[in-house]
Structure formats: structure tokens, C-alpha cells
């Protein structure tokens, strides 16, 4: 799955996240 830019902004700023992990969260789970 393509985790694209604004998906891994959007988790973010609702988590507050790092960008890696949240692309690698977004990967794992298809985007969902």
C-alpha cells in the first residue's frame, strides 16, 4: 500500500506522532 503525504499528516495531528511511525502504522494497516 502507498502511504501518501496527507494521510501521515492527518494521524499527526491527531496523535502527535512521529512521522515514521505513523507511516509505518499507516502501512501495516493498509491506510485504515
Known amino acids: ?3 501518501n ?3 501521515v499528516r492527518e494521524l ?3 496523535t ?3 512521522v515514521m511511525d505513523c507511516k509505518k502504522a499507516l502501512a501495516e ?3 485504515d
Open 12 to 14: 499527526r495531528d491527531k
Open 1 to 3: 500500500m502507498d502511504v
Open 29 to 31: 494497516s493498509q491506510g
Open 5 to 7: 503525504a496527507n494521510l
Open 16 to 18: 502527535g506522532a512521529g
